[in-house]
């Protein structure tokens, strides 16, 4: 019982740590990173799968970028909104991609084992996006219309009223795709 407790202390401390030295990496960026209008910062990284992907592999479609962290509460809760936007959108065309900033890959697949995903999840652990993207903290969200242009960044967690996101963000992402 003891050993247990004190792995769990362990595990809890290397998070804290962990989550400290991002935030530190994050307040340090001087990246202002894309503005609206402009091309968003391409990006190569590996999926839960081993496959490597890229945003520009989604020239043509819009695409919904969020940065996230398992170790971040605002981040996890607001998972299942990624899944709402994703039922109401996907048939539009809109793809949702989640980067994880976690420094561990089996954090991240445990996370999407207990909380079943709709979108695919990325691995970032070195945080290069956020930097490249001017991210402040997690999480930070990017709308990405289908010339790769930013349409919109959202700094904290998405806008929601519950579990269903606001009308001005679903405005936001009727309008990128061409139906608002």
């Known amino acids: ?8 202390t362990r595990r809890v401390a290397a998070g804290t740590v962990s989550a400290a030295i991002m935030l530190a990496v994050l307040a340090c960026n001087t990246s202002p990173g894309p503005h609206r209008g402009d091309l968003a910062p391409d990006f190569f990284l590996p999926a839960l799968d081993g496959r490597v992907q890229k945003l520009s592999n989604y020239r043509g479609r819009v695409v919904l970028v969020n940065l996230w962290a398992t170790w971040c509460p605002p981040c996890i809760e607001e998972m299942p909104l990624l899944n709402e936007i994703v039922r109401r959108y996907e048939q539009r065309g809109l793809v949702v991609i989640g980067i994880a900033a976690d420094e561990e890959r089996e954090l991240v697949e445990r996370f999407v084992q207990e909380h079943p995903l709709q979108f695919e999840v990325l691995l970032d652990p070195q945080g290069a996006v956020g930097t490249e993207y001017g991210i402040t903290g997690y999480p930070e969200t990017f ?29 936001t992402i009727d309008e990128a795709l061409g139906g608002g």
């Open 143 to 171: 709308l990405i219309d289908r010339e790769g242009r930013l349409v919109a960044k959202i700094v904290g967690p998405l806008p929601s009223l519950g579990d269903q996101p606001t009308p001005d963000l679903l405005k």
């Open 1 to 8: 019982m003891l050993d247990a407790v004190r792995k769990r």
